[in-house]
């Protein structure tokens, strides 16, 4: 089975280090569930590092966390929340927090079955789907 919604961000630091200045970017991928994005913004500026050859036990890593991130790139659903060149990472996260599950299985139904998109029966195959692979995971 082949994941078919990819949102990916591509998310840029400027910082000063040292006298230098250092302007770092990442692709990271969202996690296919939406709701809750916290623990993900969170872990952003140690993939920057990481992706950048930082380590992050070092003096240049602390002084990276204390500055601020843009999503300069979104593909996948989340494009939809990119605001002109760029946006802070937390104005886009909390943009995808405000995404519903019907607005998802909607988007589900746009891209897959264009034709069948405002079909109710669909729409109700989608969300038995979802909660059957909400119950499962919810399960482990």
Known sequence: MTN????LITVKMNFGYKGEEFIFEAVEELPLHLGSLL????SIPRKIALANGVDTYSYMFEAMECNPIEVIKAEGYVSRFMQGDSVSLEQFIADCNGITIDTLMQHIAE???PEQAGSDDLY???MAAYAIGYSVASTH
Do not use: G, R
């Open 4 to 7: 078919t919604i990819k949102n």
């Open 39 to 42: 623990e993900f913004s969170e």
């Open 111 to 113: 891209m897959h079955l």
């Open 124 to 126: 109700q195959a989608l």
